[in-house]
């Protein structure tokens, strides 16, 4: 968060709770006079009456009680009041703090994404105007059209997950709802992904014939958001573990990777919209913050469930549970 935003908001949180402690001291000075004048009109009326009037101790009893209903009605609505104050500004107070915080990750994905769309597409540019304007040899001029087709898929990625994390949020893509082999999609996925990063190891146990019902579209993404995840936070020489296997009336799907891991505290927050670990300008790894919401997103729609775990030699492992 900016110097900026971060003295608005300790700005805004100063003004807030100046206000509620005026509100609360309002009704406190409110209720004291109250019972001021409960208690000067009762005094009032006790000096008005004497001893010889008929039915003294009944009047007394009668302004007796007359005050303490009053006191009683008193403390009811000045209870009520603060009791209503102390919710609004509970709430109040959740719903400007979750603004700035959404304010904050919105503006830190429009970075993200301004960063994730111009690299591809200078890559991209570069690599065909040297194509363009020099003759390389055959090996070169491949390698720059691998690296050129590698950009290509990772802006589609991109756009792709943007395009359908907003089509769901607003209702506006329609799920299919088909039988498929789960086996054969996680299958290609995979192998195109060891096409695209030849130098990474794989660990891949894929069961055969595995099947469920769903979107192929939206599983593809998903499975894919998870390798490239891997892939993104694991060191070069490390490997990448992929697991496909049907269980009693469900299959389980697992992506394993040796990067740094993730604390527990970060373990639910990392599936949040726009959601990153660490500070939008310290952070090494790219990434929009879409990837694993919308991972959560089409789990959920598919009636299947998705958590991170601990790698059993570091790092992390993601598992999804689909219920056949």
Same mark, same amino acid.
């Given at each position: 968060?900016?110097?900026?935003? +971060? ?5 805004? #949180? ?10 609360? /001291? ?29 039915? @003294? /101790?009944? +009047? ?9 209903? !009053? ?10 009041? &603060? ?5 609004? =500004? ?31 597409? /200078?890559?991209? %540019?570069?690599? &065909? ?5 020099? %003759? ?9 059209? $691998?690296?050129? &087709? ?79 995840? =891997?892939?993104? @936070?694991?060191? %070069?020489? $490390? ?8 269980? /009693?009336? $469900? ?15 970060? !373990? %639910? ?5 726009? @959601? ?5 300008? #310290? ?42």
């Amino acid at each position: 968060m900016s110097i900026l935003r +971060k003295k608005g908001l300790a700005i805004a #949180t100063a003004v807030y709770w100046f206000l509620l402690l005026y509100i609360v /001291a309002v009704l406190v000075w409110w209720f004291i006079a109250l019972q001021q004048q409960n208690r000067q009109m009762t005094d009032y009326k006790l000096a008005e009456l004497s001893v010889r009037d008929p039915g @003294y /101790a009944e +009047k007394l009893q009668n302004i007796n009680r007359e005050q303490q209903l !009053k006191a009683t009605r008193n403390i009811g609505e000045g209870a009520s009041f &603060l009791l209503v104050i102390i919710i609004g =500004a509970v709430l109040v107070y959740r719903i400007v703090r979750r603004q700035f915080r959404i304010s904050q990750q919105q503006q830190n994905f429009i970075m993200a994404v301004t960063h994730e769309l111009k690299t591809p597409i /200078a890559i991209t %540019k570069l690599n &065909l105007e040297t194509l363009q304007k020099h %003759k390389l040899d055959a090996g070169k001029q491949q390698k720059l059209l $691998s690296t050129t &087709l590698e950009e290509t898929e990772r802006l589609n990625t991109l756009t792709s997950n943007i395009l359908i994390s907003f089509q769901l949020d607003g209702g506006r893509y329609r799920i299919a709802r088909e039988d498929l082999d789960l086996s054969a999609l996680t299958a290609t996925c995979v192998q195109q992904f060891s096409h695209r990063f030849p130098d990474r190891a794989w660990k891949v146990s894929i069961e055969e014939d595995v099947a469920v019902n769903g979107d192929p579209l939206l599983l593809q993404i998903l499975i894919n958001n998870l390798l490239e995840n =891997a892939i993104k @936070y694991s060191p %070069k020489g $490390s490997p990448v573990a992929f697991r496909l296997a049907a269980a /009693a009336g $469900s299959a389980e799907l697992a992506i394993a990777d040796r990067g740094p891991g993730i604390p527990e505290g970060e !373990k %639910k927050r990392i599936f949040e919209r726009f @959601y990153r670990m660490g500070d939008e300008l #310290t952070r090494k790894t790219k990434g929009t913050g879409l990837g694993l919401y919308l991972c959560r997103k089409i789990a959920r729609d598919h009636h299947a469930t998705i958590h991170v775990l601990d790698g059993e030699g570091g790092g992390s492992r993601f598992v999804v549970n689909f219920r056949r």
